[in-house]
Each structure stands twice: as C-alpha cells, then as structure tokens.
Nanobody, 130 residues
Framework: DVQLQASGGGLVQAGGSLRLSCAAS?????????ISWFRQAPGKEREGLSC????????WYADSVKGRFTITSDNAKNTVYLQMNDLKSEDTAVYYC??????????????????????WGQGTQVTVSS
C-alpha cells in the first residue's frame, strides 16, 4: 500500500518560514498521483491548501495561501514539499498531505475536497506564535 509521512512541523514566530515534507513509500510514482496539502485547526473543517501534479506540471493554491506557500517535488526522493513563508497565527493547524489517483490539480472544486483523496499522511503540527 502507498503510505505518506508528513513531517517538518514545529513552532515558529509570525512572519517566519517553515518547510513541510511529504514522503511516499510503497509502490508509488509521483506522476501517478496528484499530491495535496490540507490543514485542520481544532473545531474546523479540513481545508485544502495546495496541489501538485507531476504528470502535467499543474499546481493549485487556495487563495488564503497564494503568494506565501509554494509546493515543490523531488521525484528521486518520492517527496513533495510545502514551503511556507510569512506565516501568520491563522496558519496554526495540523497539516496533512494526501494523494489522489483521479485528480490532476485542475478538478476544481474536487481538488480541495477530502473525499477525492485515496491516501493520507498522519499530519504534522504547525504552531505560529505572535
């Protein structure tokens, strides 16, 4: 089975930066999937943030993070990254990565819908202090 491992979360001050990693294991090729990042704050719905498709080079960003977050990939390491800059207190959440067989990052609004994804990582906590 495909397994995803999210890591890189931690404590950071407002205005700072953090880089999250999503490492895939098992029978996995990045160009077979769309990989997305979600986050979930306590008591809130899980929110889609960004999508990357190596198959067609497409990316997608939610308006709330556009211009601050960047999604990239390293195929040799089977890893997708989320570079987060200019972090704000409202970015505090558990961050998850997810993989979908059927999406290509152009299938709005399904790209930000949790039920569209086949695999999920365990999540990593990001806390932004002011």
């Amino acid at each position: 089975d495909v397994q995803l491992q999210a890591s890189g979360g931690g404590l950071v001050q407002a205005g700072g930066s953090l880089r999250l990693s999503c490492a895939a294991s098992g029978l996995f090729r990045l160009d077979d999937y769309a990989i997305s990042w979600f986050r979930q704050a306590p008591g809130k719905e899980r929110e889609g943030l960004s999508c990357f498709s190596d198959m067609n080079g497409r990316t997608w960003y939610a308006d709330s993070v556009k211009g601050r977050f960047t999604i990239t990939s390293d195929n040799a390491k089977n890893t997708v990254y989320l570079q987060m800059n200019d972090l704000k207190s409202e970015d505090t959440a558990v961050y998850y990565c997810a993989a979908s067989w059927s999406l290509s990052c152009t299938n709005t609004p399904m790209v930000a819908t949790t039920t569209a994804y086949d695999y999920w990582g365990q999540g990593t906590q990001v806390t932004v202090s002011s």
